[in-house]
């Protein structure tokens, strides 16, 4: 007995040991925080900030490889976010993986994917989100997110300054963002990854029989609207500034895709016609030039994702991509929402960053 009690204590000593070697292993990357001043959101009549938060994760190795430069990934946030969505821990992981720079450390020491640099902006408008569109309501968020961002991250930092080298990813609206700017902007971004993406089109929970659109006619202040407490009624303004905008027409400064005609929702025009020419489905065919050019397109949807219209219209995009001859990977896989973002089996560590790194040229 006295002998496995003495082999009990040297194999945890072992253990313990073992943990500390490792802990040690893994290098710390940097997290700086940024302001960027977007000249693509100067004078918005709805009166959002120009100077935007940014946080940047610099990998372990750039503050003494002083000639080295790296490739780099946009992460955009989803509706109602920020930027401190990917970078601080808002949700327990028993295994650390619960931000950015625990998945980029753990990941680069583990040699699941090589060292990048990671920029992740906030793009919250005062109506919970920007879609990263250009809205002449909120501001040119495409512009700032290809334009001003970028050429910001080149000037300050060792990267790869080139398509080839940098990548657009999000989670939700930012699936969404990342998508549609990758579709717009090929010259800038070579590779795509939309996590659970925001496809805005008819389907699931979002149709134009959703209640969301009859209570938002009724809504006529933004006190009102945060009474509804309403998730889909919220997001036809954040929708309606961004794919539909009018300076115009206060308090929303937008137009929405239906009217009330004897007691009944109509499509309202031009309302209803810009809202379907942002829906990505109807963006392929336009854009196919563009697509066909990216290194890389790939987005997934969860089976239990809450917002029902995410993996309808996630399938009916795979579908139009393959129609046009548009290679891509769309995956579904037994989650919702959000739970499969983070930890060791979290998509970020298994899925997203490694398809970044196997994909963008890293010299």
Do not use: C
């Not at 610099?58 to 989803?78: A, F």
């Not at 001003?148 to 790869?160: A, E, P, Q």
């Not at 905008?245 to 025009?269: E, H, I, T, W, Y």
């Not at 139009?320 to 979290?346: A, P, Q």
């Amino acid at each position: 007995m006295k002998h496995l009690r003495q082999l009990f204590y040297n194999l945890l000593i072992i253990g313990v040991v073992a943990l500390a070697v490792s802990a040690q292993a893994i290098k710390q990357g940097t997290l700086l925080r940024e302001k960027v001043h977007g000249v693509s959101l100067e004078k918005n009549v709805t009166g959002e900030s120009a100077l935007r938060n940014v946080a940047v994760y610099l990998p372990p190795s750039y503050q003494n490889s002083t000639e080295k430069r790296y490739p780099v990934v946009y992460l955009l946030h989803g509706i109602t976010d920020t930027e401190n969505n990917w970078v601080k821990a808002w949700t327990k992981e028993n295994d650390g993986y619960a931000t950015v720079q625990d998945v980029m450390n753990k990941g680069i020491s583990e040699g699941k994917f090589g060292e990048m640099i990671i920029v992740m902006p906030d793009e919250l408008t005062k109506a919970f989100g920007s879609f990263y569109v250009n809205s002449a309501a909120t501001g040119n968020w495409a512009d700032f997110t290809a334009k001003d961002l970028v050429s910001f991250i080149d000037s300050k930092f060792r990267t790869l300054a080139k398509s080839e080298s940098r990548a657009i990813g999000g989670h939700s609206m930012g699936g969404y963002g990342a998508i549609t700017l990758g579709m717009k902007h090929a010259e800038v971004f070579s590779v795509i990854y939309g996590m659970n993406p925001a496809l805005m089109g008819w389907g699931g929970d979002f149709t134009p029989n959703s209640p969301n659109f009859a209570n938002i006619l009724k809504v006529k202040s933004f006190d009102d609207l945060m009474k509804t407490r309403d998730i889909y009624t919220m997001a036809t303004v954040t929708l309606a500034q961004a794919f539909s905008p009018n300076p115009n027409n206060p308090p929303f400064f937008a137009d929405f895709p239906f009217a009330m005609v004897d007691g009944k929702l109509q499509p309202s025009q031009p309302a209803y016609l810009k809202w379907e020419e942002n829906f990505p489905v109807n963006m392929v065919k336009p854009y196919k030039s563009n697509l066909v050019k990216l290194r890389g397109i790939r987005f997934d949807s969860g089976y239990e994702d809450e917002f029902k219209f995410i993996p309808i219209n996630s399938r009916t995009l795979s579908a139009e991509l393959t129609k046009n001859g548009v290679e891509h990977i769309f995956e579904e896989y037994n989650g919702d929402h959000r739970n499969r973002m983070w930890s060791r089996t979290g998509r970020l560590y298994n899925e997203v960053l490694p398809y970044f790194w196997l994909l963008l040229e890293s010299k």
